[in-house]
């Protein structure tokens, strides 16, 4: 194959929970190696060990994942797992995110994705979907386990549906927690996890927990 024409490598930008491994798995099964870029207190260990080369970068070194990426051949990347969302507030940023952070009005989860996208970008690092390699593990449509919900449950999935779009329309969350047709916990700036726990303490049995997209969720 022409020089031209070769494709680089692929990056794995590792956050927390089992998500990044299942997409090295994933990867794996598909004759796909990854570089991973895990960060300080987030990504497992078993997860950086994976990759084929790794690094640990603090969350808010942006210049240091980008010439981490640049010095392997990285010209695509996946963004797997969280990154604890105090963190965004708790940043040691290098310069490259100093000047990024400088620039932005609103700070916020999809704002913050967005800049780090771009320099990527800039940089000749397509990011791809975040379900990339993990068809397997996608759900369908409809019911997925257990039975199906009864009435009263029904009724809190349909009351709590509608109003967890306006939440998420507005930026301000994707999740809540209802129970007999009473808001018990809106998603903020705590995350889903935090959000869980405070409905179902509130709530105790019988809550139903929802989360949506936003209309502009950006899927990678």
Not at 28 to 54: C, H, I, M, N, Y
Not at 76 to 81: C, L, N, P, Q, S
């Amino acid at each position: 194959m022409p020089k031209s024409l070769k494709t680089g490598r692929i990056g794995l930008v590792a956050g927390r929970g089992i998500y990044p491994r299942l997409v090295l798995e994933g990867a794996r099964r598909q004759g796909e190696e990854l570089v991973v870029a895990a960060f300080d207190g987030e990504t497992e260990p078993s997860v950086a060990s994976r990759g084929r080369p790794s690094t640990w970068l603090r969350v808010g070194q942006l210049g240091g994942l980008v010439s981490f990426f640049r010095k392997q051949g990285v010209d695509r990347a996946i963004f797997a797992g969280q990154i604890t969302p105090k963190r965004l507030y708790d940043l040691r940023p290098d310069l490259k995110a100093l000047w990024i952070l400088a620039r932005l009005k609103e700070r916020n989860a999809a704002t913050l994705f967005g800049a780090v996208v771009r320099e990527l970008e800039k940089a000749g690092i397509r990011v791809l979907p975040a379900t990339t390699f993990m068809e397997d593990h996608l759900a369908g449509t409809g019911l997925i386990a257990g039975p199906r919900p009864p009435l009263h449950l029904s009724a809190d999935i349909k009351f709590g549906w509608s109003l967890a779009k306006s939440v998420a329309r507005l930026n301000i969350g994707q999740s809540l927690v209802v129970r007999k047709g009473t808001v018990m916990a809106v998603e903020g700036f705590d995350g889903t996890d935090a959000t869980l726990k405070r409905g179902g303490q509130i709530a105790g049995q019988d809550a139903t927990a929802i989360k949506v997209t936003s209309p502009t969720q950006d899927m990678r």
